[in-house]
């Protein structure tokens, strides 16, 4: 694949934080380190990568990379949904990515509020009151229209048909053209399993580790992306 043919992919990984106070927050079990196997994966396959990723999260191992695969990588650190969507709104929405993998696991709800200075742990109990954040998939979908999208469920306890049909439902809701169903359950040392679900609500590839995930999103990707075209969906062409 040519300079001129190469993929121009954004990856969104690991976990974020919402902050409680000046030194306490919420955030949850993500690693990143699914996110940084397949951006690394993209890199071995020539294409351009910008890596936004959470704070803490983990990122593609540069030593393990050639000097080329690491020119063609931008990383970007966020901490908080607010940084998340600055970074999508101002820094990136110019950039005409060819496919967007939002596999960071974005906090469903935050604290309404972040109390400056530490709160006293001299109270018995602590009350905070949450609130629900936006979906950032479908944001990426507005400014991206034409990009191929690939969003990632996740669910905990759940058999594979229900977990699929959730899975399949976040798919529509979002306007994306691919989707990661896996559960928690299924997470632990190198195992990971998944299943990669079309628009048609084939699962296209399961699988049991993150190098897997990987190497089956790439093949996925580099078989269709120059045929690509979008979906007409929610106003979206």
């Known amino acids: 694949m040519g300079s001129s043919e190469r993929m121009n992919i954004l990856v969104t990984s690991g976990s974020m934080r919402g902050y409680i106070d000046s030194v306490r927050y919420v955030s949850n079990r993500s690693t990143g380190r699914l996110g940084a196997a397949i951006a690394t994966e993209a890199l071995i396959n020539n294409a351009f990568v910008t890596f936004v990723y959470g704070v803490g999260s983990a990122i593609p191992d540069k030593s393990l990379l050639d000097t080329d695969c690491v020119r063609r990588l931008t990383l970007i650190e966020i901490e908080t949904i607010d940084d998340l969507l600055k970074t999508l709104l101002e820094r990136l929405k110019e950039i005409p990515f060819d496919t967007i993998i939002h596999a960071m696991a ?84 190198n195992t990971h399993k998944a299943y990669l679900i079309n628009s048609g609500k084939k699962i296209e590839f399961e699988c049991e580790t993150k190098q897997e995930i990987s190497k089956s999103l790439m093949d996925m990707l580099l078989k269709n992306y120059k045929f690509y075209k979008p979906r007409k969906q929610f106003g979206i062409v």
């Open 106 to 189: 974005v906090l469903d709800y935050v604290p309404v509020k972040q109390t400056q200075g530490k709160i006293s742990s001299h109270n018995d109990t602590l009350t905070i009151t949450f609130t629900k954040t936006p979906k950032i998939i479908r944001t990426i979908r507005a400014l991206w229209q034409h990009a191929f999208l690939v969003g990632f469920k996740l669910e905990a306890g759940l058999q594979k048909e229900e977990l699929t049909e959730k899975a399949y439902t976040s798919l529509i809701e979002s306007g994306a053209d691919f989707i990661v169903a896996n559960d928690q359950t299924g997470i632990f040392g």
